[in-house]
T-cell receptor, first 111, second 111 residues
Framework: GQQLNQNPQSMFIQEGEDVSMNCTSSSIFNTWLWYKQDPGEGPVLLIALYKAGELTSNGRLTAQFGITRKDSFLNISASIPSDVGIYFCAGPIQGAQKLVFGQGTRLTINP | NAGVTQTPKFQVLKTGQSMTLQCAQDMNHEYMSWYRQDPGMGLRLIHYSVGAGITDQGEVPNGYNVSRSTTEDFPLRLLSAAPSQTSVYFC??????????FGNGTRLTVT
């Protein structure tokens, strides 16, 4: 089936550093979604992207919809302890009946 | 507004036992789905439903049954649990063309 590949799979950073992660696919997506999962909870939507080249921000988070429509990027500026968690990219397939997810990027922050 | 409610939060089963994971939403969402989350594999779709009386298979449906007799409820049944079904299970729902809302998960261990 269609796969979304996220990189890196894990990150260990210092508080205050900027973070970059990406998601790639062999197939074209018309929508890219970025979710965050806090420990013990379900994923929560951070940013939704609907157009190739689109750049969207949500506070310290910025996400981009790649021009090729086969990738997306998420950046976090000036990380803080509450940014810890797992970040997932996701995209709809089969007429948006199904949502497929990447493997996740686990972010750990050293104070 | 409770959102998506999953019960139980934790469950331990022995191989061969059956059980039902409950999911209820109070947002009048037509679409509901079940995912399982395993380390390094992200979230994988088990089954989904686009409305009462309609269900369909996702990426990993084997060993699981679902039904959708009401808009609010979407139970997931394991008829004969296997150790490979040890995972964290998430239920999610949405209205058309909107992002998924996730429950807080059920952590299942099969020994």
């Amino acid at each position: 089936g269609q796969q979304l590949n996220q990189n890196p799979q894990s990150m260990f950073i210092q508080e205050g550093e900027d973070v970059s992660m990406n998601c790639t696919s062999s197939s074209i997506f018309n929508t890219w979604l970025w979710y965050k999962q806090d420990p013990g909870e379900g994923p929560v939507l951070l940013i939704a992207l609907y157009k190739a080249g689109e750049l969207t921000s949500n506070g310290r988070l910025t996400a981009q919809f790649g021009i090729t429509r086969k990738d997306s990027f998420l950046n976090i500026s000036a990380s803080i302890p509450s940014d810890v968690g797992i970040y997932f990219c996701a995209g709809p397939i089969q007429g948006a009946q199904k949502l497929v997810f990447g493997q996740g990027t686990r972010l750990t922050i050293n104070p | 507004n409770a959102g998506v409610t999953q019960t139980p939060k934790f469950q331990v089963l022995k191989t061969g036992q059956s059980m039902t994971l409950q999911c209820a939403q109070d947002m009048n969402h037509e679409y509901m789905s079940w995912y399982r989350q395993d380390p390094g594999m992200g979230l994988r779709l088990i089954h989904y439903s686009v409305g009462a009386g309609i269900t369909d298979q996702g990426e990993v449906p084997n060993g699981y049954n679902v039904s959708r007799s009401t808009t609010e409820d979407f139970p997931l049944r394991l008829l004969s649990a296997a150790p490979s079904q040890t995972s964290v299970y998430f239920c999610a729902s949405r209205i058309e063309n909107s992002p998924l809302h996730f429950g807080n998960g059920t952590r299942l261990t099969v020994t």
